[in-house]
């Protein structure tokens, strides 16, 4: 045990208003060489939805539910958008809070599934400080109560469907750059979000499955992981698949990149082919998912991840 006094959700971060969607994106982007259009696109993607993310939401929700299971006090701050971290460190200080539990709504390695959020940590230490130590819990891609949860709900979007499905499991995908250097030996983004679809496939009975890829950002000259998912619709279509369940093993709960990358775009691309389509959910505040966070933050402490491991990527050279 780690002699926590306090748990903290830390996640990406999403705008809940019109107004605050380019001021967010900006923040996702900054120095990493996004192009102006995508981040136009981007944005109508939220407008279209009301000009707000549901990740938030889902966000207070998980810890509305984790504070009914643990003893400790439960905070969360984000990366992007409010209540950022250093907002929420300077709360956790006022409230005397020496060493908390950090629990990072993302499962596996990766500069941007977790070096990242080390630094958004650091960050954090660096606005407040003598304020708490925070610990960040391990990473929990095979986790029996992801599995359990991830698994449930691909059962249920198995039988909105029915028959013999094939299950396409999706992450968002990251440049290939950032994949080959993650995990302290390497590809280990691709590694862990195989060997959690294999898991989830094996508990529904599944006898085969996909790992494909979506929600690609960056410039376009920059390889990034590969299928798309909407691309990967077609082949399978070509192969005489007729009914698919999209697992999106990579995400944890609902958000903007589920709701419009899956929900519209992918279901577009099946309607057009006339394949038969379901999305399972995520975790979200399925009971397994909200347990494993209360064992996570019982177990010993993790040492932390070798320095040179999931590196920032280089800045892009701007381009014209
Ligand atoms: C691995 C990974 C995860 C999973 C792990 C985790 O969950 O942390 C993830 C999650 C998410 N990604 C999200 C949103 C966005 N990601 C972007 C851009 C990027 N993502 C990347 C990677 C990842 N992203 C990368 C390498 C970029 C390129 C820019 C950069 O190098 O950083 C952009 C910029 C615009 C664009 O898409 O071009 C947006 C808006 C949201 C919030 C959704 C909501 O608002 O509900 C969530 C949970
Ligand atoms: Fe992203």
């Known amino acids: 045990m780690g002699n926590y006094d306090a748990i903290v959700v830390l996640s990406f971060g999403g705008p809940e208003r019109p107004e605050d969607v380019l001021p967010f994106l900006e923040n996702v982007v900054r120095g990493r060489g996004v192009p102006r259009e995508r981040l136009l696109e981007v944005e109508a993607h939220y407008q279209s939805m009301g000009g707000a993310s549901p990740i938030n939401a889902q966000n207070r929700a998980l810890v509305e539910e984790l504070r009914k299971i643990v003893d400790l006090p439960v905070y969360w701050g984000n990366r992007n958008w409010h209540p950022f971290l250093e907002e929420t460190v300077a709360q956790m200080k006022a409230d005397g809070i020496r060493k908390a539990a950090a629990f990072a709504t993302a499962a596996t390695a990766s500069y941007s599934s977790c070096r990242q959020y080390r630094e958004d940590i650091a960050r954090a230490a660096a606005a407040v400080p003598d304020g708490p130590e925070l610990v960040k819990m391990r990473h929990f891609y095979d986790h029996p109560g992801f599995v359990a949860a991830m698994a449930d709900r691909t059962r249920a979007a198995l039988a909105e469907v029915g028959g013999d499905a094939r299950l396409v499991f999706t992450a968002h995908s990251i440049p290939v750059s950032m994949a080959v250097s993650a995990g302290p030996q390497g590809n280990a983004y691709e590694r862990q979000l195989r060997e959690a679809s294999a898991l989830v496939a094996a508990e529904v009975g599944a006898s085969d ?48 990149e589920v709701l419009y990358d899956l929900d519209v775009e992918a279901r577009d691309r099946a309607g057009e082919l006339g394949l038969r389509l379901a999305r399972a959910g995520t975790a979200g505040t399925h009971p397994r998912f909200v347990e494993m966070i209360r064992d996570l933050v019982n177990e010993p402490e993790p040492t932390a991840c070798p320095v040179t491991c999931c590196p920032a990527p280089s800045r892009p050279r701007p381009q014209g």
């Open 209 to 256: 499955f996909d790992l494909v890829w979506q929600s690609r950002s960056g410039p376009p000259h920059i390889p990034w992981l590969e299928p798309d998912v909407c691309d990967h619709l077609e082949t399978l279509h070509a192969k005489g698949v007729e009914s698919v369940v999209l697992v999106p093993i990579g995400f944890v709960s609902d958000h903007m």
